[in-house]
């Protein structure tokens, strides 16, 4: 997942700095509730911000195995005493670094989504955020988050034969969340 991760913030960075002659010298980066930019940054500090909290966000993710190794407590998994038993702390750690990488990843499509609708907001006078594309990257993302949250779930809702992936249990239970989520 490291790869992956990497080669997917590799292509935010290049859309960054592809686009970065399109984007004024003050960008609009923040919007009210009707689309309309009501706040600015400049050039350099918006691309260090879209370039650079994603990344940020990866390393407290790439921490957090570290911390509850020391503080188990700051985990809540389920069976969490079965999970992090000294002969099984090591495996359950590399694990959680695993799944923690793989959340990183639509963390960055989020970054460079609402890169592109600052992007094309900034390219009216006044600078305008589309609500609908917005609302189409949140909810995506937001959909993202719930179907990793449920396999995350599953994956430490069972003992050892939790170790192995079950695409059919997954997509059951991922479809299940959304379904509540909706309703």
Not at 10 to 38: K, T
Not at 71 to 76: A, D, Q, R, T
Not at 88 to 112: A, H, K, M, N, S
């Amino acid at each position: 997942p490291l790869v992956f991760f990497f080669l997917v913030y590799a292509g935010l960075l290049a859309i960054l700095f592809g686009s970065a002659r399109s984007l004024p010298e003050r960008v609009a980066s923040h919007f009210g509730v009707d689309g309309l930019a009501n706040g600015w940054m400049s050039r350099p500090a918006y691309l260090l911000l879209v370039g650079g909290l994603p990344l940020a966000l990866a390393g407290f993710f790439w921490a957090i195995p570290r911390l509850v190794r020391h503080h188990p407590k700051l985990i809540n998994i389920p069976r969490r005493s079965y999970w992090l038993a000294p002969e099984r702390q090591d495996r359950t750690l590399r694990r959680l670094r695993r799944w923690l990488i793989w959340l990183g990843c639509p963390l960055v499509v989020f970054f460079g989504s609402l890169h592109f609708l600052t992007l094309e907001a900034n390219q009216t006078s006044p600078a305008v955020l589309s609500n609908g594309g917005f609302m189409t990257v949140l909810i995506g993302f937001f959909l993202g988050i719930i179907l990793w949250t449920t396999a995350f779930l599953m994956h430490f809702a069972e003992e050892e034969k939790a170790w192995r992936f079950s695409g059919k249990r997954f997509l059951a239970s991922s479809l299940a969340g959304v379904a509540i989520v909706i309703l």
